[in-house]
Protein backbone atom coordinates (compact mmCIF):
# COMPACT_ATOMS: atom_id res chain seq x y z
CA UNK A 1 0.00 0.00 0.00
CA UNK A 2 1.48 3.45 -0.70
CA UNK A 3 2.20 5.53 2.33
CA UNK A 4 0.54 9.02 2.78
CA UNK A 5 2.93 10.98 1.01
CA UNK A 6 2.72 8.49 -2.20
CA UNK A 7 -1.38 8.97 -2.50
CA UNK A 8 -1.27 12.56 -1.43
CA UNK A 9 1.31 12.87 -4.97
CA UNK A 10 -1.05 10.64 -6.94
CA UNK A 11 -3.88 12.88 -5.63
CA UNK A 12 -2.50 16.07 -6.49
CA UNK A 13 -1.79 14.90 -10.35
CA UNK A 14 -5.06 13.60 -10.48
CA UNK A 15 -6.52 17.22 -9.65
CA UNK A 16 -5.11 18.82 -12.01
CA UNK A 17 -8.35 19.25 -14.00
CA UNK A 18 -10.13 21.31 -11.11
CA UNK A 19 -6.85 23.38 -10.79
CA UNK A 20 -7.15 24.39 -14.42
CA UNK A 21 -10.50 25.26 -14.23
CA UNK A 22 -9.75 26.92 -11.30
CA UNK A 23 -7.59 29.11 -13.15
CA UNK A 24 -10.10 30.04 -15.56
CA UNK A 25 -12.48 31.13 -13.20
CA UNK A 26 -10.59 33.13 -10.56
CA UNK A 27 -7.90 34.41 -13.08
CA UNK A 28 -8.56 38.04 -12.67
CA UNK A 29 -8.86 37.62 -8.87
CA UNK A 30 -6.03 34.95 -7.81
CA UNK A 31 -4.48 33.69 -10.50
CA UNK A 32 -1.44 33.12 -9.07
CA UNK A 33 -3.21 30.50 -6.38
CA UNK A 34 -4.46 28.47 -9.38
CA UNK A 35 -1.00 28.54 -10.98
CA UNK A 36 0.86 26.99 -7.94
CA UNK A 37 -1.16 24.11 -7.40
CA UNK A 38 -1.21 23.18 -11.15
CA UNK A 39 2.86 23.72 -11.31
CA UNK A 40 2.60 21.46 -8.07
CA UNK A 41 0.34 18.60 -9.86
CA UNK A 42 2.58 18.68 -12.90
CA UNK A 43 5.60 18.22 -10.65
CA UNK A 44 3.46 15.58 -8.29
CA UNK A 45 2.46 13.55 -11.75
CA UNK A 46 6.41 13.47 -13.28
CA UNK A 47 7.75 12.19 -9.79
CA UNK A 48 4.67 9.85 -9.59
CA UNK A 49 5.92 8.74 -13.33
CA UNK A 50 9.70 8.10 -11.81
CA UNK A 51 8.49 6.16 -9.43
CA UNK A 52 6.77 3.73 -12.28
CA UNK A 53 9.98 3.80 -14.35
CA UNK A 54 11.91 2.99 -11.26
CA UNK A 55 10.15 -0.42 -10.72
CA UNK A 56 11.33 -1.56 -14.49
CA UNK A 57 14.40 -2.69 -12.13
CA UNK A 58 12.56 -5.26 -10.43
CA UNK A 59 11.22 -8.75 -11.49
CA UNK A 60 8.97 -9.16 -14.18
CA UNK A 61 6.02 -10.86 -13.03
CA UNK A 62 3.36 -12.73 -15.41
CA UNK A 63 -0.24 -12.83 -14.33
CA UNK A 64 -3.41 -13.82 -16.19
CA UNK A 65 -6.54 -11.65 -16.33
CA UNK A 66 -9.71 -12.87 -15.20
CA UNK A 67 -11.56 -9.82 -14.83
CA UNK A 68 -10.75 -6.20 -16.01
CA UNK A 69 -12.12 -2.64 -15.73
CA UNK A 70 -10.96 0.29 -17.70
CA UNK A 71 -10.61 3.10 -15.44
CA UNK A 72 -10.67 5.48 -18.06
CA UNK A 73 -14.24 4.93 -19.00
CA UNK A 74 -14.76 6.66 -15.64
CA UNK A 75 -13.21 9.54 -15.91
CA UNK A 76 -15.16 11.74 -17.42
CA UNK A 77 -18.19 11.23 -14.26
CA UNK A 78 -15.26 11.95 -12.21
CA UNK A 79 -13.84 15.15 -13.99
CA UNK A 80 -17.47 16.45 -14.46
CA UNK A 81 -18.34 16.23 -10.61
CA UNK A 82 -15.27 18.23 -9.68
CA UNK A 83 -15.63 20.46 -11.87
CA UNK A 84 -19.47 20.97 -10.96
CA UNK A 85 -18.30 21.23 -7.23
CA UNK A 86 -16.43 24.20 -8.78
CA UNK A 87 -18.94 25.92 -10.36
CA UNK A 88 -20.98 26.55 -7.52
CA UNK A 89 -18.55 28.34 -5.71
CA UNK A 90 -19.17 32.25 -5.79
CA UNK A 91 -15.74 34.22 -7.38
CA UNK A 92 -15.05 35.69 -4.07
CA UNK A 93 -12.95 34.86 -1.25
CA UNK A 94 -15.98 33.25 0.60
CA UNK A 95 -15.83 30.98 -2.95
CA UNK A 96 -12.64 30.11 -2.67
CA UNK A 97 -12.67 29.24 0.90
CA UNK A 98 -15.58 26.82 0.83
CA UNK A 99 -13.78 25.38 -2.40
CA UNK A 100 -10.57 25.08 -0.56
CA UNK A 101 -12.38 23.25 2.22
CA UNK A 102 -14.89 20.82 -0.02
CA UNK A 103 -11.27 20.31 -1.61
CA UNK A 104 -9.84 19.12 2.06
CA UNK A 105 -12.80 16.87 2.85
CA UNK A 106 -12.40 15.06 -0.85
CA UNK A 107 -8.56 14.89 -0.32
CA UNK A 108 -9.16 13.13 2.78
CA UNK A 109 -11.61 10.39 1.53
CA UNK A 110 -8.95 10.18 -1.87
CA UNK A 111 -6.19 9.46 0.43
CA UNK A 112 -7.47 7.28 2.87
CA UNK A 113 -9.20 5.32 0.07
CA UNK A 114 -6.89 2.44 -2.20
CA UNK A 115 -8.56 3.73 -5.20
CA UNK A 116 -7.04 5.61 -8.41
CA UNK A 117 -8.64 8.13 -10.33
CA UNK A 118 -8.21 10.03 -14.09
CA UNK A 119 -4.25 11.41 -14.39
CA UNK A 120 -5.13 13.69 -17.04
CA UNK A 121 -0.61 14.16 -17.83
CA UNK A 122 -0.67 10.60 -17.91
CA UNK A 123 -3.80 10.08 -20.24
CA UNK A 124 -2.21 12.23 -22.82
CA UNK A 125 1.64 10.13 -22.31
CA UNK A 126 -0.69 7.10 -23.47
CA UNK A 127 -1.07 5.24 -20.20
CA UNK A 128 -4.24 3.73 -18.95
CA UNK A 129 -5.03 2.46 -15.74
CA UNK A 130 -6.87 -1.23 -15.09
CA UNK A 131 -8.32 -2.14 -12.64
CA UNK A 132 -8.09 -6.20 -12.84
CA UNK A 133 -8.41 -9.47 -10.99
CA UNK A 134 -5.72 -12.42 -11.53
CA UNK A 135 -5.46 -16.03 -10.64
CA UNK A 136 -6.58 -16.86 -7.07
CA UNK A 137 -9.09 -13.51 -7.24
CA UNK A 138 -6.52 -10.91 -6.59
CA UNK A 139 -7.43 -7.18 -7.26
CA UNK A 140 -4.71 -5.17 -8.55
CA UNK A 141 -4.42 -2.00 -10.34
CA UNK A 142 -2.41 -2.57 -14.09
CA UNK A 143 -0.70 1.06 -15.97
CA UNK A 144 -0.73 0.22 -19.27
CA UNK A 145 0.03 1.69 -22.63
CA UNK A 146 -1.29 -0.35 -24.50
CA UNK A 147 -4.97 -2.01 -24.49
CA UNK A 148 -5.73 -5.05 -21.80
CA UNK A 149 -8.22 -8.05 -22.68
CA UNK A 150 -9.62 -10.44 -20.44
CA UNK A 151 -8.03 -14.05 -20.74
CA UNK A 152 -4.67 -12.50 -21.78
CA UNK A 153 -1.69 -13.14 -20.27
CA UNK A 154 0.54 -10.23 -19.10
CA UNK A 155 4.02 -9.17 -17.84
CA UNK A 156 4.17 -7.06 -15.30
CA UNK A 157 6.43 -4.82 -12.56
CA UNK A 158 5.27 -4.12 -9.13
CA UNK A 159 5.27 -0.74 -8.38
CA UNK A 160 3.46 -0.86 -4.80
CA UNK A 161 1.68 -3.76 -3.34
CA UNK A 162 -1.67 -3.36 -5.63
CA UNK A 163 -0.12 -1.24 -8.62
CA UNK A 164 1.36 -2.76 -11.41
CA UNK A 165 3.02 -1.45 -14.98
CA UNK A 166 2.79 -3.30 -17.68
CA UNK A 167 6.10 -4.34 -20.11
Not at 49 to 63: A, G, W
Not at 78 to 84: E, G, R
Not at 106 to 111: G, K, W
Not at 133 to 152: M, P
Request: charged fraction near 15%.
Amino acid sequence: MLNVIGRLLLYIGDMLPVFLVGFVVYRFRDPIIFLDLIVLSVISTFAWLKVINYSKNYTLERYEITWIYDRYRSYLIYVLSLLCILSLFSLGIGGLITFFCSLAIYSTVYIISDDLYFNLILFILGYRYFRVSVAGGIKIYVISRHRIDLGQSISVYKVTDYIYLAQ
